[in-house]
């Protein structure tokens, strides 16, 4: 078994590890990260878009920014449509200016895999059987087995559970010391990639009788939408036909607007669920990203709540490496709380206002309410506003660098 040591071990290459990474490597902390697929699977995975202004900040302190500059849609706002209404939500002008960027998150994976390449930093990809020891200890260890069968372990300072809901991190925190908290929703969301210019240049967000719809993008010429489906529906039995029907009639609006249609090369079906679990420590383990919580993907911030909670890690541990100070570590867990429930608080609120219910008709006419509040209140779309770009994140890991 060979063994190889370094100050912090990173579980899981999606945007928490690798985000965490690059600000450790910046700061001349040595890590190591450690991930289950291939490189190719991790570059290809489809799924969320939407960057919140904190986040494009924290990737330019990461200096991984430019390509997300180049071809990132920064937007001004979104629209809102409901019972035929087009209501434009000015969320930069509300925030003073805080814009909200379109930008693949397979983009941001690839934009640090090159700067990984670049530092020469090790990456493992395809880490099997990987396994959480000594957490209790001051030299944690984590084994693996490659993909050439060969064993290795990695003995290190601090352990970084970077990988995501389905890791091995977070069950090796006792249970008897961890709570989780769930909530699932009685519906999910069927995504669709299609090669054909989006039929329009901002977001669209839609309320229907017949269940949420939204038009994003991916580039000029891909676009990114989603319909409300049943939870276990079976992305592989809903035709494209179908599909197209319901996002036009949800989409629908009284001026004539029109969604254009074209080849579908990508649909799947997201089961959509609240998830947080306390604490995001144990010892020398440190929980960051979607191992730590899931958000249902309205309001998109799954890939910004990881990063969130990198700014407050990759600050933590840099203050103890350069100062010896661990007052920033041992608040890690509540620090990174507070902005993660505030976000889980607002992501059920957004998916709660746009989501149709059957059967549910008084719900549905609180939910006009609230719609027509959000219209009428600009102080109610400057608060829904602060929270749809991102609140400031606690970290500050640029004062290290
Ligand atoms: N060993 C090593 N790596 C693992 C293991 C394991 N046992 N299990 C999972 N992984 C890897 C996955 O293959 C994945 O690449 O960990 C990574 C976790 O990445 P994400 O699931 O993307 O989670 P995270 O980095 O927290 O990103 C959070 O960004 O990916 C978007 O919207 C998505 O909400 C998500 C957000
Ligand atoms: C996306 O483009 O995937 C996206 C954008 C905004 C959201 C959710 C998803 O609120």
Redesign the pocket.
């Given at each position: 078994m060979s063994s190889i040591e370094t100050s912090v071990v990173i579980?899981?290459?999606?945007?928490?590890?690798?985000l965490l990474g690059r600000l450790l490597g910046l700061a001349g902390i040595d890590n190591l990260v450690?991930?289950?697929?291939t490189r190719r699977?991790?570059e290809e995975?489809i799924?969320?878009g939407l960057l919140e202004h904190p986040t494009v900040e924290l990737l330019g302190i990461a200096g991984v920014d430019d390509h997300l500059r180049r071809d990132g849609q920064f937007d001004e706002g979104f629209e809102l449509r409901f019972e035929g209404e087009r209501v434009w939500f000015p969320t930069a002008e509300l925030t003073g200016g805080q814009q909200t960027v379109l930008y693949p998150?397979q983009e941001v994976?690839k934009d640090l895999l090159r700067a990984r390449d670049t530092s020469g930093e090790p990456i493992v990809f395809e880490?099997l059987d990987?396994a959480l020891h000594n957490l209790d200890t001051e030299r944690p260890q984590v084994t693996?087995r490659d993909a050439d069968g060969a064993e290795h372990v990695i003995t290190a300072d601090y352990v970084a559970g970077?990988?995501?809901?389905?890791?091995?991190s977070r069950s090796a925190v006792p249970q008897t010391l961890r709570t989780e908290f769930q909530h699932d929703y009685p519906f999910g969301w069927l995504g669709i990639l299609a090669e054909v210019p989006p039929s329009t240049r901002e977001l669209i967000y839609a309320h229907h009788d017949h269940g949420f719809a939204m038009h994003s993008r991916r580039s000029p010429t891909l676009s990114r939408l989603y319909l409300q489906v049943e939870p276990d529906c079976d992305a592989a039995t809903v035709p494209d036909e179908f599909i197209w029907d319901e996002l036009t009639r949800r989409l629908a609006t009284q001026d004539g607007w029109t969604l254009h249609r074209g080849p579908i090369v990508q649909k799947s079906v997201t089961a959509m669920r609240s998830f947080v679990v306390e604490p995001l420590q144990y010892k020398r383990l440190f929980l960051?990203?979607?191992?730590a919580h899931?958000?249902p993907?309205t309001a998109a911030k799954?890939?910004n709540?990881?990063a969130s909670d990198i700014s407050v890690l990759s600050e933590a541990l840099m203050d103890h490496y350069r100062t010896g100070n661990d007052e920033l570590l041992a608040n890690y867990s509540t620090t990174a709380l507070r902005r993660i429930w505030r976000a889980q608080e607002f992501s059920r609120h957004m998916t709660a206002l746009l989501h149709h219910v059957p059967g549910q008709e008084f719900e549905r006419r609180l939910q006009r309410a609230r719609l027509q509040n959000l219209v009428i209140s600009r102080s109610a779309q400057a608060s829904f506003s602060e929270l749809y770009v991102g609140i400031p994140f606690e970290g500050k890991p640029e004062r290290f660098l």
């Open positions: 579980v899981g290459a999606g945007p928490a590890g690798l450690l991930e289950l697929r699977y991790i995975r799924r969320a998150q994976v880490a990987v693996y970077c990988d995501g809901f389905h890791g091995v960051a990203g979607d191992a899931i958000v993907p799954g890939l709540l990881a």
